[in-house]
């Protein structure tokens, strides 16, 4: 709280973030199975029908669970692209079936192999990101280490050419109003079990 005893926008983010973390860890597992199958159908609506690049990342326990998209999207074709965490950075890697993994400073799995260029990321189709939730202008909350942030200012926006920007979240994260700063990007969507939801600036 500031000095004057206002809630500022650091503090406001803190006390969401951990009303989402705490809502997350109390999901059982079969909860989050059932949802992460429900966002794989949903998310693979997304994709081209034909061969197309995503990027996606690979969840942690607690997440909303990606693998199951992964999956589908490498089955049907569409090449996937998943982060890794490199200083300040994230680098994209190709993910394949032959994908080695190690885990990284933050606990998530991350794949060994050759960085691409970041420049390949404006040609992407689609860019899932994680986060904690959105609000109704798609206004994104993520875990605090603005990695996703630096990377998606300096992509194109789909407007502009750029990717479909998607986050990842369970139903009850998408809010009416979530506590933003002026360097906190927007999505184009929102994947939940329960469906897809667009926004507009």
């Given at each position: 709280m500031?000095?004057?005893g206002?809630?500022?926008v ?8 951990a ?30 029908d034909?061969?197309s ?7 942690l ?10 999956t ?13 965490i490199?200083?300040r ?7 394949t ?6 885990t990284?400073?933050l606990g ?24 904690l939730?959105?609000?109704r202008?798609?206004?994104r ?9 630096r ?13 479909l920007?998607?986050?990842v979240?369970?139903?009850d ?8 700063e ?20």
């Open positions: 500031g000095h004057d206002v809630v500022t650091t503090d406001a983010k803190a006390l969401l973030r009303e989402i973390r705490a809502a997350r860890e109390a999901r059982s597992d079969a909860d989050r199975a059932v949802a992460a199958r429900a966002i794989a159908d949903n998310a693979l609506r997304l994709l081209p034909q061969r690049s995503i990027s996606a990342y690979l969840s326990p607690t997440e909303p669970g990606v693998d199951a998209l992964i589908d999207a490498q089955a049907a074709g569409h090449d996937v692209r998943v982060p890794r490199t200083g950075d994230l680098q994209w890697v190709d993910l079936r032959d994908s080695v993994f190690a990284g400073p998530i799995r991350e794949p060994l192999g050759p960085a691409l260029d970041s420049s390949t990321l404006a040609s992407l189709d689609v860019m899932l990101v994680p986060g939730a959105v609000d202008r798609g206004r909350l993520g875990q605090g280490g603005g990695f996703f942030d990377v998606l200012a300096s992509v194109p926006s789909h407007a502009d050419g750029g990717p920007v998607a986050i979240l369970f139903d994260e998408v809010r009416d109003w979530v506590p933003v002026p360097h906190d990007c927007r999505v184009d969507v929102a994947v939940t079990p329960g469906g897809i939801v667009w926004f507009t600036a």
